[in-house]
């Protein structure tokens, strides 16, 4: 995510050799099956790349990344966790790709509204996935009053859009989703760069599709997206997950493999994280 430029603070951290954990939230207009495919694989991408992971799932919902097929999940939530009556590691899933999976809550029903809670989750939250190199927070706003955790305010975000080569409808659905949503995000967090990463279509169709999003958005929402990559149509993808495992493991010529690893290698080259956009402008 070449779009920030860096600032003197960061070249400083990166010449002293200091790491700095690096959060992006996604946000999705994509099948729920084909969203988790795409965060598990990316996950486990990055962990290929010598980076320890942790996927935050933050939907509160069966959709989220933590309830993926049969994969295993952590029972006991950071909600739960806030009861006082579990270990602190009982809400670390481990999966043999090599990331971690931390569940927020059950349902939104069980986040009190009160500030000093939501306060308490925020500081645990971060507290969670503190030694992580890369945190990927699956997150969901369907309401006004919708939590999330406060460290996705100052996070990278990126949309996944969904194409089909074989449906225009379903096409357009994805991409109207996107747009919508991230209309409400603009709400919600204010104007925003946002990344976008396109699946289902080779990448000169999804080149095409991020060219009428981004002008889209810059003529009616006047946010500014960036092009983070194309994960291409490719069964093996589907045949890895009944498998239990990560494409490029499974399968590591298939073409989504390929795609994936050059997506990850997008994101552990981003040099300048959100919380550095707010350092620079005195926030």
């Given at each position: 995510?070449?779009?920030?430029?860096?600032?003197?603070?960061?070249?400083?951290?990166?010449?002293?050799?200091?790491?700095?954990?690096?959060v992006y939230t996604f946000w999705s207009a994509n099948r729920q099956s084909n969203k988790n495919h795409i965060l598990r694989n990316l996950a486990a991408s990055l962990v290929?790349?010598?980076?320890?992971?942790?996927?935050?799932?933050?939907?509160?919902?069966f959709d989220g990344v933590g309830f993926y097929q049969s994969q295993a999940h952590p029972e006991v939530t950071l909600v739960?966790?806030?009861?006082?009556?579990?270990?602190?590691?009982?809400?670390?899933?481990?999966?043999s790709m090599g990331?971690?999976?931390?569940?927020?809550?059950?349902?939104?029903?069980?986040?009190?509204q009160k500030k000093a809670f939501r306060s308490r989750l925020d500081?645990?939250?971060?507290?969670?996935?503190?030694?992580?190199?890369?945190?990927?927070?699956?997150?969901?706003?369907?309401?006004?009053?919708?939590?999330?955790?406060?460290?996705?305010?100052?996070?990278?975000m990126i949309l996944l859009v969904e194409s089909s080569k074989n449906s225009g409808r379903e096409t357009s659905g994805s991409i109207l989703g996107?747009?919508?949503?991230?209309k409400r995000l603009a709400n919600r967090f204010?104007?925003?760069?946002?990344?976008?990463?396109?699946?289902?279509?080779?990448?000169?169709?999804?080149q095409t599709i991020f060219s009428n999003m981004?002008?889209?958005?810059?003529?009616?929402?006047?946010?500014?997206?960036?092009?983070?990559?194309?994960?291409p149509q490719d069964e093996d993808m589907v045949r890895a997950a009944s498998l239990g495992r990560s494409v490029i493991d499974a399968f590591p010529m298939a073409l989504s493999s390929y795609a994936f690893r050059r997506i990850a290698g997008t994101f552990t080259e981003a040099n300048v994280s959100m919380q550095s956009v707010y350092e620079m402008a005195g926030v």
């Open positions: 995510m070449n779009y920030f430029r860096f600032d003197q603070a960061e070249g400083l951290r990166q010449m002293l050799g200091v790491p700095q954990q690096r290929y790349s010598g980076r320890s992971v942790i996927l935050l799932d933050a939907t509160c919902s739960d966790l806030m009861g006082r009556k579990h270990a602190s590691e009982e809400v670390y899933g481990h999966t990331f971690d999976i931390v569940r927020l809550a059950e349902s939104s029903a069980e986040i009190v500081q645990l939250s971060e507290s969670v996935v503190k030694d992580a190199d890369i945190v990927m927070i699956d997150a969901r706003l369907d309401r006004k009053e919708d939590y999330v955790p406060a460290m996705v305010g100052t996070s990278e996107a747009y919508a949503l991230m204010g104007r925003i760069p946002f990344g976008v990463l396109v699946s289902g279509v080779d990448e000169a169709q999804s981004e002008q889209m958005a810059s003529e009616k929402v006047a946010v500014q997206l960036h092009f983070m990559g194309h994960v």
